[in-house]
């Protein structure tokens, strides 16, 4: 299986901030990446697809990114509701694996 | 406006079974492959099981494989994830998701999920 090692846990950040999350694939996934956020109580969302695609109604203040088997999610100009746990998920292969997940708080 | 909505969730005692649904509207049903996905109380997303539009695919992680069953009916636009000898550890909130391109066998996105029905697994 695909391993997917999500960083950091946890992070605290202030409003207006930019922040980055990162998932490194134990294995070439090819821009196979989806990124989502999940507020309490909800189900996810899906926010960027193959690696940097911007999911419909999803503002422009997310962005994805590649190096190599490292992904990366960054928020900029943080809004009170970006706070939320976010999770990364490979679409390569089965079984699709996630990452295990980034809560984001803010200041 | 696309709708995904869970049911048959509950307590059950260990070793026994359960069967969720997952009823869709809002999108031609039979034109997407589709997913279980749970997560386990206050923790991450685990990916459970697929299934293509037309049942002619189905895949399963590894830690339910032989004891859980996908399947779907198209005429009634819904979902089904049968459940047998059930563990504490299969104890999760189960969400339905949609594949986010149709008529792809592959892994994909998800881009609408249920709201999840809850299963707990407990003597």
Known sequence: ?107 | EVQLVESGGGLVQPGRSLKLSCVASGFTFSNYGMNWIRQAPGKGLEWVAYISSGSSYIYYAETVKGRFTISRDNAKNTLYLQMTSLRSEDTALYYCARQDRTEIVMPTPFDYWGQGVMVTVSS
Not at chain 1, 29 to 44: C, D, E, H, V
Not at chain 1, 63 to 76: P, R, V
């Open chain 1, 1 to 107: 299986d695909i391993q997917m090692t999500q960083s950091p846990a946890s992070l605290s950040a202030s409003l207006g901030e930019t922040v980055t999350i990162e998932c490194l694939a134990s294995e070439d996934i090819y821009s196979n990446l989806a990124w989502y956020q999940q507020k309490p109580g909800k189900s996810p969302q899906l926010l960027i697809y193959d690696a940097s695609s911007l999911q419909d109604g999803v503002p422009s203040r997310f962005s994805g990114s590649e190096s190599g088997t490292q992904y990366s999610l960054e928020i900029n100009s943080l809004q009170s509701e970006d706070a939320a746990t976010y999770f990364c998920q490979q679409h390569h292969d089965y079984p699709n694996t996630f990452g295990a997940g980034t809560k984001l708080e803010l200041k």
